[in-house]
């Protein structure tokens, strides 16, 4: 066989002539066929698309941390500052929020300080840039040896990204992005800086952000001051805060400080014979405590926040609050006569007192902030009863009737719904001023229905009453849900002669500017069509009416009211410079019995106003001209009975009688 026709041939070409079946077609000229190119291998594609995501993912990371991630985050004071809330005479009455000083340098504080934390918190902070491998698989071995999680990897740097940037999930996602970040921060900060700011916003209990206001708070000196043990305690303090704090655990505190004295030795900061001989740091006693929390720092804490820019350090605020009026407030409340109705339910009352302004100068939301800081004076909203015919009677005044104006007191039915009187009497034709005082519902309903039930809720819209409210025939009893501030201050409407009246707890300005300045928009009260007529029929109320046991020695404007099965029992009025709401009633919203408008109410009212006129001593702002206060009813005298028994019987006690009677006159000249 010849050598070209053997196995390293075909057709007698030799294999290394023939051509490459793998190869590309390649055109032949003048065959008119079309160059085709190889398809590229799909893992080449693969990791071509993976470089490209890689790359894009990079980039949005980059441009998301120039945009939302500014390096001077952590040098910045707190969105929400601490705020100091004062009464209008200065008196610390409330702090709220968390407090964060300015900043700190790493390089002007002692030595020691900062080398406690890196000691205790990332020992190889000035060899790694951003993670240390090394410190994780450390903490991976230790958790997995305690079965829990008992030491971190994070790095001073991965913490600083987590407090200044990023939330506190615990999530992969959120481990990337703190590692990102880290990066980030060691590529454009010296180590100095990332301390400095990792100093001045960590977080050490108690409120407190920054090593500047933990030294303040715990030890009441500078950071730059601190000594060996302090520094210990506070860094040790990193690990958790809450838990930690000196003030609530000093024992935990100062086992942590020892442990972090032992991480300094063993880095060879501090001798080992220092460390045993340092004593254990305590936190210096705070001899003035002020409250977190009060019915009145409550609700004007809001405004107050956003009143006033991010500030370093704790904003003093001064509200419309008077410590004097206050503490009237919270005794009058804490005296009234409200038992127990059931083994777990007691009565609740609520006080709001503002001035004829909207200046809020004492708020009572309960019988007790400690057991129940839900507050019924601003946060409730409960039936008003008799207290919202405020509004038919000013849509009547405001329709022309008169007080003088006669209405028929005699049973009505208006689709289906008949009102009863609450004493049972009907008393025909009688006019609004007695229809007003001895609130009678059969009267209201039709005055209601006669102007116009729409006339009434402008009415009480007009005065402030902003809660929602039902348009059936029910509405003149006061069957529409509201707050006793926003009743309260449709009645300081009244005693001004202006509205709306937008009660407040923040002087404007910071300042008390009076009527002049505050009374700039909204309405006034026609004074002869309007404003006079009722001032006459609440000087009724509570002179003649339900209201009597209100009544003081200066002239008094106000209204009971009671909801339907005595549920809420509620008694607001003015006089002097001060408008006053009082409610009456339980959380689980059963009957009060026998209590109404006009019993506890109504004293807890008058309990609260004696004193405090005597104390606040301000005239109102004056009345109409054509209003003239009336004058007040002629005590009831009572005859003096004759005892039954005969004279001689008592003969034998008059020394006792005229021991006792010399006794009250000493009582009596020892009080004036």
């Known amino acids: 066989m010849a050598d070209r026709d053997g196995i390293w041939s075909r057709g007698g070409v030799h294999v290394e002539e023939l051509p490459d079946p793998f190869a590309p077609v390649v055109a032949q000229p003048g065959l008119g066929a079309e160059p085709v190119e190889a398809a590229p291998k799909p893992r080449r594609r693969r990791r071509r698309i993976i470089v490209y995501a890689i790359a894009a993912v990079l980039l949005v990371t980059l441009l998301w941390l120039i945009v939302t991630a500014p390096l001077s985050r952590a040098l910045q004071p707190l969105d929400d500052p601490a705020l100091l809330l004062l009464s209008q005479e200065g008196i610390p009455i409330a702090r709220r929020g968390a407090i964060k000083e300015a900043p700190v340098e790493a390089s002007k504080l002692d030595p020691l300080t900062p080398a406690a934390f890196v000691a205790i918190e990332d020992r190889r902070f000035y060899r790694h840039w951003g993670i240390d491998p090394r410190a994780i698989g450390r903490a991976m071995v230790a958790n997995m040896s305690a079965g829990g999680v008992r030491q971190g990897g994070s790095t001073i740097t991965q913490q600083l990204a987590k407090t200044s940037f990023l939330s506190n999930d615990r999530s ?74 000196p003030t609530h655990n000093l024992a935990g505190a100062q086992k942590r400080s020892r442990l972090v004295l032992g991480a300094m030795a063993q880095t060879g900061i501090i001798s080992v014979a220092r460390a045993r001989a340092t004593v254990s740091a305590r936190p210096v006693v705070q001899t003035s405590k002020v409250p977190t929390g009060t019915y009145f720092a409550d609700w004007v804490a809001p405004s107050a926040q ?40 007691r009565a609740q009352a609520a006080l709001v007192a503002m001035r004829p302004d909207g200046r809020v100068v004492a708020m009572v939301g309960g019988r007790s902030y400690q057991d129940s800081p839900f507050n019924r004076a601003t946060q409730a909203r409960r039936q008003p009863g008799s207290a919202f015919k405020l509004f038919v009677y000013l849509a009547a005044m405001r329709a022309g009737w008169t007080p003088d104006s006669i209405i028929d007191d005699r049973p009505v039915t208006i689709g289906g719904w008949t009102p009863v009187n609450s004493d049972g009497v009907y008393r025909g034709p009688i006019t609004l001023r007695e229809a007003f005082a001895r609130s009678s519902n059969a009267a209201t309903v039709r005055l209601s229905e006669s102007v116009g039930r729409a006339n009434v809720l402008r009415a009480a819209r007009e005065l402030g009453i902003s809660s929602p409210l039902p348009g059936g025939p029910s509405v003149a009893l006061g069957s529409g849900a509201v707050s006793l501030v926003e009743l309260t201050s449709a009645y300081a409407a009244i005693a001004s002669g202006r509205y709306p009246i937008a009660p407040r707890g923040l002087a404007a300005d ?143 006690t008059r020394g006792l009688r005229d021991l006792v009677d010399q006794l009250d006159r000493l009582i009596e000249d020892a009080s004036k």
């Open 172 to 245: 992969i996602k959120r481990k990337a992005q703190e590692v990102i970040i880290a990066f980030w921060l060691e590529a454009w900060l010296t180590k100095d800086e990332i301390l400095s700011r990792y100093l001045s916003s960590v977080y050490f209990g108690d409120g407190v952000y920054g090593l500047r206001a933990a030294a303040k708070h715990y030890f009441n000196r500078g950071p730059d001051q601190l000594n060996l043990a302090q520094s210990a305690m506070l860094a040790g303090l990193v690990q958790a805060p809450s838990r930690l704090a």
């Open 306 to 345: 956003k009143a006033f820019e991010a500030e370093f350090g704790e904003v003093r605020v001064t509200t419309t609050l008077d410590a004097d009026l206050q503490r009237l407030a919270v005794r009058a409340v804490g005296r009234a006569p409200i038992g127990a109705f059931d083994q777990d339910e």
């Open 510 to 652: 910071g300042q008390d500017q009076g009527f002049s300045s505050y009374f700039r928009r909204g309405g006034r009260l026609d004074e002869r069509r309007d404003w006079a007529p009722m001032l006459d029929l609440l000087w009724e109320a509570t002179n003649k009416g339900t209201g009597r046991r209100a009544a003081l020695a200066v002239p008094t404007f106000g209204k009971t009211g009671t909801s339907q099965d005595n549920r809420d029992a509620l008694f607001i009025g003015f006089a002097g410079n001060l408008v006053v709401g009082v409610w009456v009633g339980r959380d689980d919203n059963k009957s009060l019995g026998k209590i109404s408008g006009g019993t506890v109410p109504a004293d807890i009212w008058r309990n609260f106003m004696v004193p405090a006129l005597s104390i606040d001593g301000r005239a109102g702002p004056p009345l109409p001209q054509m209003f003239r206060v009336p004058a007040p009813p002629a005590p009831v005298r009572h005859k003096q009975k004759k005892s039954p028994l005969p004279a001689d019987w008592s003969d034998g």
